[in-house]
Structure formats: C-alpha cells, structure tokens
C-alpha cells in the first residue's frame, strides 16, 4: 500500500467542534469562522447540522449561517441531515452537500438518533433519491467503529456491513468515526483493511476523536492503509452530545503538521490556520486545543 500523496482534510469544527457547547455562540462569530477556514485553504467545511433543536441546540442557526458566509470557488460547505425533515431544510438553505449518520452500535444509534440501524439505513433511502433528484452529493458517517461507550467492543465486521449499505445507497465516501477515541494504531489498521475489503479505500475517510490522544497516531495508520481523507477540528474542538466524557476530533493543526512533515499535499496555510483556532477560542474563552497551535503561538510570543 503507497501513502497518498494528497490528503483532503475535512474541517468539521463548526459542526462536530461547537455542537456541544453549552454556552450561546452568535451566528456571527460562527460564519467568521468558516470564512476563516476557507481563507486558510481548507477546501471542505461542514458547516453544521439541520436536526432537531430539542436534541442539539447549538446547531438551530445553521441555516442562518449557510446565509451568511462567504462562498470560495471550489470550497465545498456540507451539513448533517439525518431524516427527509433535515434534508428539506437544508435544501432550503441552499446546502450543495450533505452528511448522513449512522452508528455501529444499536445503543449509540439509540441515543443519538432515536432509532436503530436498521431504521436509520431506511430513512436514508428517500434522503438518498431527493439528493440525487437535487444533484446534492451525500456523504456517509458511522459513529463508534472502534468501540461504544454504551456497548463496549465493536467488531470491525459490523462496520463493514453498515458502510457497505451507505456506499451502496449512494454515498460517495463513507466516514469512520471513533466518536470515543478508545481505537489505536494497531486496531485502526485492522478496521481499514475490513472494511476496504468492502468498500473502496478511496471512497473511505477517517473521523478520529482525539480523547485517549491517539487521533494522530491513528490517522497515520489510516495513511498506511492508503486512506487519503481525514477529518478534523480546528483547535480540537469539539465532542458528542451523545458520547459522555467525547472530546474534540483531532485538531486541524496537529494533522496539517503531520502532513507537511510527510511531504503530503494538503493546500491548508499554517499561520492562518492558527489564527482561525486562536479567533475561535477567545470567542468561547477556551484554551486552543491542538498541542501544533499551542506550540507555534509560544514561539511566535518570544
Ligand atoms: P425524534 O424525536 O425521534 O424525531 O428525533 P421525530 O421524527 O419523532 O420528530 C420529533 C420532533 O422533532 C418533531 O417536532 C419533528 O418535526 C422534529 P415536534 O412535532 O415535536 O415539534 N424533527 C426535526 N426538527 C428539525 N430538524 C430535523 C428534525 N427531525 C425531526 N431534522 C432525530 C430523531 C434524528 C430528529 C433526533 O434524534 C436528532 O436530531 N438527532 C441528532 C443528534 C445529533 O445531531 N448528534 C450529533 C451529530 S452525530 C456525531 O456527532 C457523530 C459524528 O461526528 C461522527 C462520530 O464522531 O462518530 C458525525
Ligand atoms: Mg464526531
């Protein structure tokens, strides 16, 4: 397997890094942000969510952000649907792409999304046909691939199964999260390898959340098995409402240096990165998330 020699990082910390905040984040400061996120190079920004209000309060303005940002040529900004009621919404909002979600495991699936797996894949076949009536490209998540906070293990043959449905509804790419960040390298690799044997490996991404700090090591495994899409969270943001004790994805930064160090294409700019994480931080009165940031801003101070 060769390392790819171009990554495509998906930004998803307006979605995945402020989903979870308590405290009220104006619609301003979130559209700053992605406007940030794209003068930074990040060419894939999900924006944030069209689901219920009762369920996750902070994304109810998302379509008041989808209105207020600056559209980039060639930037693609996505949001997260999980029923015909969210993709109607988003459609309305002028959303151009779309993210499904399932779950790996029935109590997750339970929790986050109030149905099982099966349910869940069906409500996503009418979600499917409107998109592709709309020419909106729709990509595929699965929560807990390398473990469940409710049932513990996940057998990496589940996931197989759930992303083989997704790729065959019409997903593009199919999502790999490790919403707990209980999986490591070694484990990563095995997923990959089971799953590709179903699923194309270009037609994978990986979705590591940083909580056990083993995101980076495992992205690196993810590049071994020749997957060239990541997702990330500028400054680390972020967590699950929905995964107790979840923190943020791995920061943006920490896989830009990672990328950089291995000669990986990315069209991300540094600098502007961190000042894109360093802005939202102060907004949220957070310390910046990712150990690249916290590091170059010192060496910036001296
Ligand atoms: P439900 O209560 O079963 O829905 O929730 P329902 O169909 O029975 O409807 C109940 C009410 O919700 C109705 O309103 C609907 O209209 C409304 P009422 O008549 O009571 O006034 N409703 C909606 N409102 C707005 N937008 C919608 C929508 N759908 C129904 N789309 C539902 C089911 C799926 C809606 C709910 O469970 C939900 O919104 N869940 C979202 C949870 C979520 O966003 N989690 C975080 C994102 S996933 C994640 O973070 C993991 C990921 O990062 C990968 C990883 O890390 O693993 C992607
Ligand atoms: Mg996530």
Redesign the pocket.
Known sequence: MTIPKKVRLVE?GP??GL?NEKQPISVADKVRLVDDLSAAGLGYIEVG????????PQ?AGSAEVFAGITYRPGVTYAA????????E?ALEAGVKEV?V?A?ASEAFSQK????SIAESLERFVPLMDAARANGIRVRG?????LGCPYEGEVPAGQVAAIAAQLDAMGCYEV?L???IGTGTAGATRQLFEVVGARVPRERLAG?F?DTYGQAVANVHAGLLEGIAVF?SSVAGLGG????KG?TG?VATEDLLYLMNGMGIETGIDMDRLVDAGQRICAVLGKENGSRVARALLAKRSR
Do not use: E
Not at 49 to 56: A, C, G, I, L, T
Not at 112 to 115: E, G, L
Not at 240 to 243: I, N
């Open positions: 998803v979605r995945d989903q969510s069209f689901v219920s209000p009762k369920w996750v994304m997260l649907a999980p029923n015909m009621k969210g993709f919404a993210a979600f779950a986050n999304i109030n149905c998540y699965i929560s807990c691939v999502s999260g490790d919403t979705h959340h997702d699950c409402p929905y995964a979840a994805n």
